[in-house]
């Protein structure tokens, strides 16, 4: 039996800001998830973007190979992907598509969108989500910030928010039992960056395993609450706490249903430093990682996963 997981649930228009610091930093020293609601994304909107998204991956495979995963945006098809690096499987049993960072002007071309014929709407759809999730993360940094003992605008003051290298990505789980029962939608996996923000369309499958060194590993169910945005601590962030906060690992296991999800990883600008939070280290607990860039950690995680240069995800040259 797998034990279905009540995991606290933060709301990021509380006008008790210090409160709500408080029980972000329990959840993310507990569980590095956490539920998140008030967040400016409405239940209306996310169905457009669930119903544009099943769209596009109800299109001809063709037609999703037109846009082939270039510069880490595109679509990616079925058991392209692992997430789990150590994993010997043929692939993980979805399909992806990836939208990188429009607010940059300088690299905002190099994003890959359906055409307006194929698919009205849906640029402006995307584009919007990704809007609306940088707002909501913006916010939630800053509460990430109290929670920690920094100043609220302490990730803008690093230059985390300038430019961020953060990345939405549509997924599609087509739901077909495989003979293997082993078999996961997404295998085991910390997200590697700052913070990630979930919209699930209500199929369960998703669940965390809160001890990734006990064996054998106990898995729970993280239901979908109407509403709320999933967020989760990714490594980069448990390195800057210097393992305070959890980047917890995590899978989605098929039920048998068709699944959409959709995940935004709201990383820091690449040049941004990781550095061990004063607040997170002492004489008895010195920092267990040196400096980093973040594009330089991430451009590594990535390097490992997909084992090609040309699938970096960050611009080497910044
Ligand atoms: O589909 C989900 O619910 C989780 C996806 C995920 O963990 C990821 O894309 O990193
Ligand atoms: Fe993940």
């Known amino acids: 039996m797998v034990a279905t997981l009540s995991l606290p649930i933060i709301d990021l228009s509380s006008p008790h800001r210090l409160s709500t610091a408080n029980s972000i930093r329990q959840a993310c020293v507990e569980y590095g998830f956490f539920y998140l609601v008030n967040h400016g994304v409405d239940t209306d909107f996310v169905s457009k973007v669930f119903d544009q998204s099943c769209k596009f991956f109800s299109l001809p495979v063709q037609r999703k190979m037109d846009l082939a995963r270039k510069e880490y945006r595109g679509y990616t098809p079925l058991y392209a992907e692992t997430l789990d690096p150590t994993s010997l499987s043929k692939g993980d049993p979805k399909e992806t598509y990836y939208i990188g960072p429009i607010e940059d002007t300088s690299i905002a071309h190099l994003n890959q969108w359906p055409s307006e014929e194929l698919l009205p709407n849906w640029r402006p759809t995307m584009k919007s989500l990704y809007w609306k999730l940088l707002a909501a993360g913006k916010s939630l940094l800053s509460l990430i910030a109290l929670s920690l003992n920094l100043e609220e605008d302490y990730f803008e003051k690093i230059g985390a928010l300038n430019k961020p290298a953060s990345f939405l990505r549509l997924l599609h789980y087509p739901g077909e039992l495989g003979s293997d029962e082993q078999i996961c939608g997404a295998s085991p996996h910390s997200d590697y960056g700052m913070i990630t923000l979930l919209m699930t369309d209500g199929v369960p499958g998703l669940q965390i395993c809160k001890d990734?060194?006990?064996?054998?590993?106990?898995?729970?169910?993280?239901?979908?609450?109407?509403?709320?945005?999933?967020?989760?601590?990714?490594?980069?962030?448990?390195?800057?706490?210097?393992?305070?906060?959890?980047?917890?690992?995590?899978?989605?296991?098929?039920?048998?249903?068709?699944?959409?999800?959709?995940?935004?990883?709201?990383?820091?600008?690449?040049?941004?430093?990781?550095?061990?939070?004063?607040?997170?280290?002492?004489?008895?607990?010195?920092?267990?990682?040196?400096?980093?860039?973040?594009?330089?950690?991430?451009?590594?995680?990535?390097?490992?996963?997909?084992?090609?240069?040309?699938?970096?995800?960050?611009?080497?040259?910044?």
């Open 212 to 318: 990734k060194v006990n064996q054998p590993q106990v898995w729970e169910d993280v239901p979908h609450v109407e509403g709320a945005l999933i967020v989760n601590i990714g490594d980069m962030m448990e390195r800057w706490t210097n393992c305070l906060y959890r980047s917890t690992l995590h899978r989605v296991m098929p039920t048998g249903k068709e699944r959409y999800s959709v995940a935004f990883f709201f990383d820091p600008a690449s040049d941004c430093v990781v550095e061990c939070f004063e607040s997170c280290c002492s004489e008895s607990s010195p920092p267990r990682f040196s400096p980093i860039r973040s594009g330089d950690y991430l451009n590594e995680r990535f390097r490992l996963t997909y084992g090609s240069e040309k699938d970096l995800k960050c611009d080497l040259s910044s």
